[in-house]
């Protein structure tokens, strides 16, 4: 949509954040659309439409703010370093918002006048995290917390106070691998998950890390930090590597007070395995394989299954994890369900023969998977968060993003996460926002 001047009138369309994107360059968020500002098809010329667009956190859709002698502002676009105005002076409303070489015009200056703000909205829009593959989420002491693959040397998380805002939200880098011998580069699913230790409750954060070789892929093992306190944004202090061969995926299971270390590994094919633990950094037995891909839903593009999450309901104790491969279009989660009296004992479980969630063609959304689960702000709804990718084309990469949706139960006791939703519209926001 287009961008116009009006008359004040303090409508949720002509209020705006400023978004962090780093080394003094911000969006511009609606916050009647949670869109941005944009330089239609990156132009750099005088005239060149603005526009409200998805945010991508390109040049085009970044303004540095340089100060004026008359109070004002003026926003300056990365992408064309031209100068955002009023197209020739007019003071009509409908007036067209435009670029242009900067002249310093009073057409070109503005004044920021901060409005009441912070409240949840009551909606959402996903994904919640753009390039945000293998989410993590949790609701903790009245704030959402995000961690996501980073593909690099670094541990990173956001907050935000509702949902919707995480899309809006900073990464906070928590930790940097780089000189780590076992574990530099190239992270992969973070999860961070709050454990009684020795000397009380921390947060635990688990991630995958290798070296810094061409093929870097064998090189990819579980580790773990610890928190110097309860503050899931840290500090945190390096804790153990939890094996030395290739394991992806780490995740807790807690069973009658025991833990448990779920991950991915090889077993003749990429299977799900599960270690006992003496506490929460520990391995204390020897590793076993949880599930093998058997069914064909579980083997289409490659044979596969990663990504175990423990899900508990009413006193059953089940994991969803995801299945076949991530490069292709159907990705999807099964679920295992604890049956007998020994989790290291496979089984024990007792496989779903079917997905529980899956492609959707109609809504536009490929490859669902790599989830966690979290709770609304007062306890009363369960919900997921998952990444996919928006078109049938995509691969396992960073252009995977994080979205999220509630979920309900089936009266046998397994979990109904339907169908996963379009982006781009409004949902309602987690109850007790």
Known sequence: APIVQWARNDGAWQQWQFVDSGGGWYRLKSRHSGKVLDLRDFSTADGAEVIQWTDHNGTN???????????????????????????????????????????NGANQQWQ?????????????TNPIKHNGPDPWLQYHDGWYYL?????NSTIT????????????????????????????????????????GPNGPRWYLYYVAGQNVPDYNPTQRLHVLESAGTDPMGPYTFKADLGNTWELDASILRVNGRLYLLGSYMDGTQSLSITPLSNPW??????????????????????????????????RTMIVYSASACWGPDYKLGLLTFTGTDPLNRSHWTKHPVPVFQRSDANGVYAPGHNGFFTSPDGTEDWIVY??????????????????????????????FGTPVRTGIALTAPSGE
């Open 282 to 315: 520990t391995i204390s037995g020897p590793r076993r394989t949880l599930s093998q891909p058997t069914y064909d839903w579980e083997r289409q593009t490659h044979p596969v299954n990663e990504g175990a999450e423990p899900l508990y309901h009413n006193g």
């Open 157 to 196: 998380m956001r907050r935000s106070r509702t949902l919707d805002g995480l899309r809006s939200a900073a990464d906070t880098v928590l930790f940097d691998l780089s000189g780590r011998p076992n574990g530099c580069c190239n992270m992969w699913a973070p999860e961070f998950h709050l454990i009684d």
């Open 112 to 124: 920021l006048i901060r409005v009441d703000g912070g409240a949840s909205s009551g909606t959402y």
């Open 147 to 151: 961690a996501t693959t980073t593909w």
């Open 387 to 416: 990444h996919a990718n928006d078109s049938a084309g995509g691969g396992c990469d960073m252009n995977r993003s994080t979205r999220a949706q509630k979920f309900t139960w089936n009266a046998d006791g397994t979990p109904n």
């Open 61 to 103: 859709q970044q303004f540095r703010i340089e100060d004026t002698d008359a109070g004002h502002i003026q926003l300056i676009n990365r992408n064309s370093g031209k100068a955002l105005e009023v197209w020739e002076w007019s003071t009509d409303d409908g007036a067209r918002v435009s670029q242009y070489t900067d002249l």
